[in-house]
Structures are given as C-alpha cells and as structure tokens.
C-alpha cells in the first residue's frame, strides 16, 4: 500500500482539486484542458501527477497527461491489466450504432484538429459524414449517444443540437478511445450490419480514410485509455 502522508501536507485548494480531479477520472476517464482547465492545470503539475499516481496505485490504476494535446487519462496499470478479477471501472462497452458515430467523430477530429485551435463541427457534418459512410441512426440515436459522450469528456455541444446548425465542439479525447486497431476490428465486426451498409461509400470507404489518417502527425498509437 502506497504512502499517503502526502495528503496531510496538502493546502485546502490543493486537496479540494485532488479529491476533484480522482473523482472526475473514475467518473469520466478523460480530464481535457479546454473544459476543465484548472483540474488539467493541477493534474499536469509534475508533482501533483505523481500524487495522484500514488493513490491510484493502490486500486490498480494510473493516469497519463499527453501534454502535447492537453488531455490526462485514466489508465489501468499495466501489471494488472491481466489480473483475474480486477474489473476495469473506466471500460464503457459502446452500442454498435454508437461505435459508428464515434468513428464518424473522431474521423472529423483527425480532419480538422489544430493544436492552437479549438475544432467545432455542425450537427449537419456529422449527418453528411454519416451518409458518406452510409451509416444510419436515428434522432433518438443521436441525442443518447451525444449525451453519452458528453459524459466522458469527448465532446460538448449546444443547446440547439437537434438542429443540423447546432455546434458540436470535439475534444482531443477522442484521439485516445481508442486505436486504429481497435476501430479497424470494431469496424470490421459491423461492416455487415444492416446500419452500416457496403457498396460505394460505406464500410471500404471509410476504411480508406481510417488508412489514410493513420500515419497523420499526432495520432496516438497503442493507447487504449477505453471510455
């Protein structure tokens, strides 16, 4: 067992954005700095990151801060991802259909990210990506799976997200749900499904574009920080 000495020695604000931030990893995997940046602020903090470190040692976990994109996730260490037993708390199995979004979505991320620049795209993009692909759901399919995202940090939207002009701001989280492994095998596992159809446009093309943005500058590879 760790020792947490450490915390006795903690400010009142110090200890407030601690328990803040733990919490907000176990709840929700993701800390992004352009929607919690003082929880990203003190989290980044080399010591503070190895606090934290130290008391989720004791449950088995860690967290990882890509500074480059600002995001800190939780990750399950690595000499207990095969312990029998040692459910991973962090690991949302995602619907099918909400599998296809998140792809259409982190696709649009890749697309348009800057590292200066916030990346917003209308609810009309990710319907026209969608029908590039070939992928349909329905409005109701929309808005749960939105939510759901919201949730874990990956992306924000406004109030008007049932119109196709309503903002929907994509976070750098997105990079690290998962690899292009993962979505390959996930993607190869539904390409048949009566959501996502084959022929022109549907599950070879947006293989291609998964291929093509592989290589791209800033794509994490082997993370697997699982919403």
């Known amino acids: 067992m760790g020792d947490f000495s450490f915390m006795k020695k903690m400010t009142e604000e110090d200890a407030y954005l601690f328990k803040r931030c733990i919490r907000k990893l176990l709840d ?49 260490n690595d000499e207990d991802i095969e ?57 109701a399919d929309f808005k749960r799976t939105y939510r759901i995202f919201k949730k874990f940090s990956l992306i924000d939207y406004s109030d008007d997200i049932a119109d196709e002009d309503g903002k929907v701001r994509l976070y750098p989280s997105l990079q690290f749900c998962m690899d292009i492994g993962q979505l390959k095998q996930v993607m190869a596992e539904y390409a048949t499904d009566g959501d996502m159809e084959e022929g022109p446009g549907g599950a070879a093309e947006l293989e291609a574009d998964m291929d093509g943005l592989a290589d791209m500058d800033g794509l994490a590879e082997g993370e697997d920080a699982d919403e």
Request: hydrophobic residues 45%; charged residues 25%; glycine residues 4%.
């Open 28 to 76: 929700a995997t993701f800390i992004v700095a352009d929607k919690d940046e003082r929880l990203y602020d003190f989290i980044s903090s080399e010591s503070n990151q190895y606090d934290v470190n130290t008391y989720l040692a004791a449950i088995g976990y860690k967290v990882v801060v890509e500074e480059r994109m600002r995001v800190a996730m939780l990750q399950q």
């Open 83 to 139: 312990t029998v037993g040692l459910k991973r708390i962090n690991l949302l199995r995602f619907e099918p259909k909400q599998v296809r979004l998140l792809l259409v979505l982190w696709l649009l991320f890749l697309e348009r990210m800057g590292y200066a620049d916030p990346v917003h795209v209308t609810v009309g993009d990710i319907i026209d990506k969608c029908k590039i692909y070939k992928i349909t759901l329905s409005p």
